[in-house]
């Protein structure tokens, strides 16, 4: 689930004329907070404003799609390239720069033929093509050298399980969860729960580990499928240590030594999952970027959002917000730089003069969003950073708890 906020996130929505269509899609989500400890006690229980309502991501970008045209997107184009058009001579005008995008059409893969290539030219291009964005590597972080390049390692994998049933399967264990979200908090690692319709709950297992790939410390007979040797690793006091390979398995602390109830819930998620045909465990490491590390050189007729501009952890809940709430700005000043273009133009202006006319409005514009997106990430993933690394503390259920009661001003009953 997503939760939306009012000065970004809901702040897009309502811009874009969304905001009844938005509501209607997210009467199912409850804002409710539960804080426990790693046996399943709770220490806090936090009603939300309703300020902040949450939306799955799959009906948030359902409801974004919805309203473009459909030729819009060009779907399976996979950017494997971006440089400027003259990498001899880059011209000083802002008006004047050119890139070339070079893009994998997997689209029109057919009989395990290698998919063509694409090359687009673009007069402005807006990276927002995630954690490896290449937009960033190729056209702005140019400066700097190759292993320099590209995000940190946050130090937290994160498994993702689903359950489902749970109002029935477990009455006692789907009321401890709750209607909404559900933080469980020890041994440096956190269990955190989403309900969704039916009973069912999205399970997300953060798990600190000094490796950035858990399934390659798994056995290999275990990474394609949900066998007992993950549960086992998750949950068994007697995990092994060394995989099949022989190489370290436990750089990582399990939750063997969680309450029994926390303990089945994992163990009835693997089952699940183990049940559904063509479904593999889904681990994940958690990427993110120094805090002073965001902002890049301004080059015109370029510039980024969302992840790709400032990837952190979700300790925040702020990287979808940030991302709308850069769309929403950035959108303000393309649309400022095209009026001053039309209030500016004589009626012997050509196509090329307009194009020219439009690139020079907007980088000054574009360079002032870059500056104010930056500074107002900066503050989101240094939170974000901070809360990770109260998760992961010791005593963390204690602190985190704290924290949400200065976060939620009346607990809930």
């Not at 950035?212 to 056995?219: T, V």
């Not at 399990?254 to 089945?264: A, C, M, Q």
């Not at 990427?287 to 400032?310: Q, S």
């Amino acid at each position: 689930m997503l939760d939306l906020h009012p000065n970004t996130g809901l702040a897009a929505i309502a811009a874009c004329g969304l905001m009844s269509e938005f509501q209607a899609r997210s009467v199912e989500c409850d804002e409710t907070v539960i804080v426990a400890d790693k046996y399943g006690s709770v220490l806090g229980s936090f009603e939300g404003s309703g300020t902040q309502p949450e939306i799955s991501q799959h009906a948030l970008t359902k409801l974004l799609l919805s309203k473009l045209p459909g030729d819009y997107i060009k779907w399976g184009h996979e950017l494997i390239s971006a440089q400027p058009r003259d990498v001899s001579e880059q011209p000083k005008d802002p008006g004047t720069y050119q890139y070339a995008l070079m893009f994998r059409d997997r689209s029109r893969l057919k009989d395990f033929e290698a998919p063509p290539d694409v090359e687009v030219v673009a007069d402005l291009v807006l990276g927002a093509d995630g954690t490896w964005s290449r937009t960033r590597s190729g056209l702005l972080d140019t400066h700097k050298q190759p292993y320099e390049l590209g995000p940190s390692y946050s130090g937290v994998q994160m498994i993702t399980l689903d359950v489902g049933g749970l109002t029935t399967r477990d009455p006692e264990l789907d009321a401890l969860l709750g209607p909404g979200s559900f933080f469980a908090l020890g041994d440096g690692n956190v269990m955190i729960s989403q309900r969704g319709a039916g009973g069912a709950a999205r399970i997300y297992l953060y798990v600190s580990s000094g490796e950035n790939n858990l399934l390659d410390m798994m056995p290999s007979t275990a990474r394609s499928l949900p066998s007992r040797v993950i549960s086992d690793m998750l949950l068994s006091t007697t995990a092994a240590t060394t995989t099949s390979e022989g190489r370290e398995a436990r750089s990582w602390t399990n939750f063997s030594t969680w309450g029994p109830k926390l303990r089945g819930l994992i163990s009835v998620a693997l089952e699940d999952l183990a049940g559904t045909v063509g479904r593999n465990l889904d681990v994940k490491a958690i990427w993110m970027r120094p805090v002073d590390e965001l902002a890049w050189p301004h080059r015109a007729g370029v510039t980024l959002l969302g992840d790709a501009a400032h990837l952190m952890t979700p300790f925040a809940g702020e990287g979808v917000n940030l991302a709308l709430r850069d769309a929403l700005d950035l959108a303000a000043a393309i649309t400022r730089a095209w009026d001053t273009t039309i209030c500016a133009r004589d009626a012997d202006d050509t196509h090329d003069d307009m194009r020219h006319a439009f690139k020079a409005a907007l980088d000054p514009l574009a360079h002032e969003f870059e500056r104010v997106m930056v500074t107002r990430a900066e503050e989101a993933a240094k939170e974000s950073w901070d809360n990770l690394q109260i998760f992961t503390s010791e005593n963390a259920a204690k602190k985190a708890a704290a924290l949400y009661r200065e976060w939620y001003s009346e607990p809930a009953s």
